[in-house]
């Protein structure tokens, strides 16, 4: 489904399918009741009155029969089974959704923050850690627990192909899961509100066959290539001393955890959570003014003149 890639209607994972076929049951009620409220007031609105236009309005007398009484009952039976239908489906779902796997074949770290997400990957050997931004590689097939974290503010987790939301609250641990049938990028989406670039929040989920997400992991887990000419050396004095108080780059002396890792920011397809293409021109005009393109976040404009620019790209580009 890439045209519609937050439809919540169709499923790729065993957690999403449990909970499809209860979305689409609610939205048709909800159509159908809609449709027979919209028909009723339609009705009520084209009443004509009484053709005796003599008696005046407040010598009507007030109906007492029952047949409204009996209307109201037949309202309030046909109601109640499909909410009570709903009432159980949900606890029948929930049930079926809500255990975190026992055994998961992988397990991610993911902090909310504004205005991005950070993923660690956790490894028996903390030497095998490793973290990048708003870009989750899994393997396919494999049920992954998402432990969710929430730095300054409450944000919420969502794939909706692949999983409902859970929040990342501050001072908490909540847990998630995700597993894909087939390989392909899934869009999340931050789904509480956490500020004035709440919407510039997304992440993707990249499914991978089990070659390529062990390669990609892999790669990860390498530091950052040792510069190889003049302008890309330059570029990393750069990066270390205006970059490295916010972010890492893994292998240099920029080291700080505050903004994205930056050790392999090539291999991501967006920059600033979902906003841009990561692609030179997108990253040149991002380094230079994000303030421009996602105003509130916490990089602050850079004012590089046209060499530092420049380095500073030369740079970055071998971060793959
Ligand atoms: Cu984070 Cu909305």
């Known amino acids: ?33 809609s449709l027979v409220i919209s028909a009723l007031l339609w009705r009520a609105l084209r009443r004509t009155r009484p053709e005796d236009q003599s008696i005046e309005i407040r010598d009507v007398p007030i109906e007492r029969g029952t047949s409204g009484v009996r209307w109201i009952s037949i309202g309030l039976m046909v109601s109640a089974v499909p909410l009570a239908v709903a009432f159980v489906w949900t606890l029948l779902t929930l049930a079926a959704i809500a255990g975190p796997p026992a055994h998961p074949g992988l397990v991610l770290d993911v902090t909310g ?52 939301k859970t929040d990342a609250i501050p001072g908490q641990t909540n847990t998630s899961w995700i597993q894909a049938d087939k390989p392909g990028r899934y869009l999340g989406q931050c789904t509480e509100f956490c500020g004035a670039q709440h919407a510039h929040m997304q992440f993707e989920v990249v499914a991978e066959p089990r070659e390529d997400f062990d390669r990609w992991e892999s790669l990860q887990r390498q530091p950052a290539a040792v510069p190889s000419t003049a302008e890309a050396s330059r570029g990393l004095s750069l990066v270390e001393y205006r970059c490295g108080l916010c972010h890492r780059v893994r292998g240099t002396a920029a080291g700080a955890v505050s903004a994205p890792d930056l050790t392999h920011l090539m291999t991501r397809r967006t920059l600033a959570a979902g906003t841009l293409l990561n692609n030179p021109g997108n990253l040149a005009g991002w380094v230079q003014n994000p303030q421009n393109i996602k105003p509130g976040n916490l990089m602050p404009n850079q004012f590089l003149s046209a060499q530092q620019l420049s380095d500073a790209l030369a740079y970055l580009e071998t971060l793959k």
């Open 1 to 33: 489904m890439s045209d519609w890639p937050l439809s919540y209607l169709t499923s790729a994972g065993p957690r999403a399918r449990e909970v499809v076929p209860l979305t689409w049951y609610v939205l048709l009620v909800s159509i159908a009741v």
């Open 113 to 164: 923050r504004q205005w991005w997400w950070q993923v660690e990957y956790a490894a028996s050997q903390p030497s095998d850690v490793f973290a990048t931004a708003n870009e989750i590689h899994i393997p396919v097939g494999v049920q992954v627990l998402v432990r969710l974290h929430g730095a300054d503010v409450i944000h919420s987790f969502w794939v909706p192909q692949l999983s409902g």
